[in-house]
């Protein structure tokens, strides 16, 4: 983890005794079962974290672990700061509160609800081409705004269109499909999952060469998912001109233009986003003065200018974001870092080196999958953490594939399980809303088959086409 | 972040009621009466002259039905059986000595109205002095009241049919301004919803449905070319009164309305008290 800005003083430069590094291993442990556990035990996690991150705290100023003092600034003044701040990725921190505040005013401006809606109107009210529009608009929503916002928003839409085209029997299907491809949208950019952003960051992979690298196995992970769930759940093309013409005429009653309230903002809001594209995009350039400020800056900013349109009532927008998972990141961090403090990260790293050990190709592809394997029964944010964490202390290169590894397998892990990523976990609670009972291991079997294909198609990807791309 | 809801909510908002004109056919009426039989014709010309417009969509046929005699209504509904009508044609109190009180419709027209599928036009009594200058003398201003005006198509295409080429068909959707108050009583009470925001914002989403639909209907009955102009009136207010003064304000030849409600077998809502109350207006009743 980047944390050079503010290091402190005698940062990881002490001896820890054993018994105090199985004593937090045991603490680690206890909040990934936990974490998997969150329904069961009906905490958020924030709190499952942030407990785990005060315990941590308390254990490490007790063993006398933790590194007080003052820390270095760039500047080289020293500066009085609470032990666990220098902990937090405030980079990371500040992209996913920005990103979600610009998100958020954004899809004030109807913008992501007109294009949602044009592109059903495109379908003509044909299943089979739905899928395929609504496929490609989860992977390129995900990409660009994250992905539980894609499912919410093609999730909704799929709902209330198949509702309308009276085709609501293929609802599970449209959503389960859409919640697979979540994952895969989530791997096209540096931006579009806090894996990503972890891994990407502490790589120093840049947004140009993580798209360039990501995005030939995002296109034929998606086409395959399409057509592999068209197969599956039966969703065919309309057979005749009449079913044709009713489904035309049933998709026509949607207004693409109903939920924009000012054309001014509809048309802003579409140039903000793609200026928000390129300037992140242009974020990792050397040389440029924003690159040096950071993605979390760019996304800051443009939070606040969109804000600016709602210069008298921005309390709304506020009270709207997900404390919950920003202060689980903020929790999360500072657990971490008490767990590098007491030699956790180093203790797992030895047990991930005989894998890494095995070389590139089967080091890597058994990184892919047990990274996925552990990310489909646990948050896939504490994994990427703790691995990115333990590749970076084993001065793993930058253009090693054991990054991409970590990356494709922490993403994609979702896909095997409801549990496994937040956005299936969405996709769940859409067709429980819609009276579809799905239960655990009824989405296991239904995902298992594409899961399976995306890991096969990801580990062959990792291993013998990444390093052929330019980046 | 979005929620669920508010997404989902902002797509049920974009998926709109679009008009879609249904199949209306009148090819045979039947009048129901209890007039004796030197009365019995005039009372046919005074029915084809105010229905002139049915005619031009093709030939219709009329058929008497009743008289002086005093009729079953068993032998009322046995007609309708066997003459199988598209429209019965009939008015108040038959046969009933309680012609003169303003308290009901007379036991004929409510099994009528509810126990057939065939619409059923009410005029007024045929003996009823001081109608308006403008009634029973053509169907060029036609309303079709609801209180849910949004997707009723078969409600608007009725009222379309009966309205004379280059007409004035008024779509009327009145909101019972009662139940919306006591609702945001209810809501002031409630310390989670902002009064101020839910009552504004229920009450434009209440009329928008039903103004967006009448735009539809708008853009539908152009197509058909007949020159019917369509006039929408929605709005929050007391149903009864509302409506009466809508009436009385745009000089309404017929108003159209449901009667029938699956599972109950009392009238429509609002449609008893005002086919009670409106006994100088026809009505036509689906």
């Keep these: ?471 | 972040m979005g929620s669920l809801d508010q997404f989902e909510s902002a797509f049920n908002a974009a998926a709109k009621e679009m008009f879609r004109p249904q199949p209306v056919a009148i090819g045979r009426v039947l009048i129901v009466h209890d007039l004796p039989e030197p009365l019995q014709d005039d009372f046919l010309y005074l029915a084809k002259g105010f229905l002139s417009t049915l005619e031009q969509g093709g030939k219709v046929e009329w058929e008497l039905f009743g008289g002086s005699e005093r009729f079953a209504v068993k032998s009322v509904l046995d007609a309708v059986e066997s003459y199988r009508p598209d429209l019965i044609v009939t008015y108040r109190q038959l046969h009933c000595d309680a012609v003169d009180w303003q308290f009901g419709l007379g036991a004929h027209v409510d099994v009528l109205t509810q126990a057939t599928t065939t619409p059923v036009l009410i005029l007024p009594n045929p003996d009823r002095e001081n109608l308006p200058n403008h009634m029973l003398k053509n169907t060029d201003r036609v309303m079709a009241v609801t209180d849910h005006l949004a997707g009723d198509h078969r409600l608007v295409s009725y009222a379309s049919e009966f309205t004379e080429p280059g007409g004035t068909l008024y779509l009327a959707h009145v909101e019972d301004a009662a139940v919306f108050d006591r609702y945001i009583r209810a809501i002031t009470k409630i310390p989670d919803l902002d009064t101020d925001t839910a009552r504004a914002q229920i009450k434009a989403r209440l009329l928008k449905d039903p103004n967006d639909y009448v735009e539809s209907c708008r853009a539908g009955l152009a197509v058909q070319a007949r020159g019917i102009r369509v006039d929408g009136r929605v709005k929050l207010g007391c149903r009864l009164s509302d409506y009466r003064e809508l009436i009385d304000e745009n000089e309404i030849d017929l108003l159209v309305m449901y009667t029938k409600v699956e599972d109950q077998l009392a009238m429509h809502g609002v449609a008893y008290p005002l086919a009670v109350e409106l006994r100088e207006t026809p009505l036509l009743m689906l």
């Design chain 1, 1 to 471: 983890m980047d944390i050079s800005l503010l290091a402190a003083s005698d940062h990881g430069a002490h001896a820890v005794e054993p018994w105090i590094t199985y004593l937090f291993t045991g603490l680690l442990g206890a909040m990934v079962v936990c974490l998997a556990l969150e329904e069961k035990i009906h905490a958020k996690k924030s709190v499952i974290v942030g407990v785990t991150a005060v315990i941590a705290l308390l254990l490490g100023a007790f063993t006398g672990i933790l590194p007080f003092g003052p820390v270095d600034l760039p500047n080289g003044h020293k500066m009085n700061l609470p032990v666990f701040i220098p902990g937090i990725e405030w980079g990371v921190v500040t992209i996913i509160l920005g990103s979600s505040l610009f998100v958020d005013v954004t899809s004030k401006s109807g913008l992501f609800t007109f294009i949602a809606i044009k592109l059903t109107k495109m379908s003509k009210g044909d299943p089979r081409r739905l899928l395929w529009f609504y496929g490609v608009m989860t992977v390129v929503f995900s990409a660009v705004l994250n992905n539980v916002t894609a499912m919410i928003i093609v999730g909704s839409l799929s709902a209330v269109s198949l509702g309308k085209l009276g085709q609501r029997e293929k609802l599970l299907g449209f959503l389960l499909v859409e919640g697979l491809l979540t994952n895969i949208g989530g791997l096209l950019t540096l931006i579009s999952s806090v894996p990503n952003i972890i891994v990407g960051t502490t790589a120093g992979i840049g947004f140009v060469t993580f798209f360039l690298k990501a995005a030939p196995y995002v296109f034929v992970a998606t086409a395959a998912t399409i057509v592999m769930g068209a197969r599956v759940f039966g969703i065919e093309s309309l057979k005749t001109d009449e079913e044709r013409a009713v489904a035309l005429g049933q998709v026509s009653s949607f207004d693409e233009r109903d939920g924009i309230e000012s054309m001014g903002f509809f048309w802003f809001g579409a140039a903000m986003l793609l200026l928000f594209i390129c300037f992140i995009a242009s974020a990792s350039f050397e040389g440029w003065p924003i690159g040096k400020l950071g993605m979390g800056f760019v996304a800051m900013m443009f939070a606040v200018i969109m804000l600016c349109k709602f210069k008298s009532s921005v309390g709304k927008f506020y009270s709207g974001i997900d404390w919950d998972l920003l202060f689980f990141f903020i929790y999360l961090f500072i657990a971490i870092y008490a767990m590098e403090q007491a030699g956790v990260l180093e203790l797992i790293g030895k047990g991930i080196e005989p894998i890494i050990g095995m070389g590139d190709i089967f080091g890597g592809g058994l990184l892919l999958v047990s990274s996925a394997v552990a990310s489909s029964v646990t948050d896939n944010i504490p994994l990427a953490a703790v691995l990115a964490n333990i590749l970076n202390s084993m001065n793993i290169a930058n253009d090693s594939g054991m990054w991409w590894s970590v990356i494709f397998g922490a993403n994609l892990g979702g896909n095997l399980t409801p549990i496994g990523s937040a956005s299936t976990l969405v996709a769940v609670t859409i067709m429980h809303k819609h009276d579809l009972k799905i239960s655990f291991m009824g989405f296991v079997k239904k995902a298992l088959p594409f899961a399976i294909l995306h890991i096969i198609l990801a580990t062959a990807y990792v291993l013998f086409v990444l390093k052929h791309l330019p980046g």
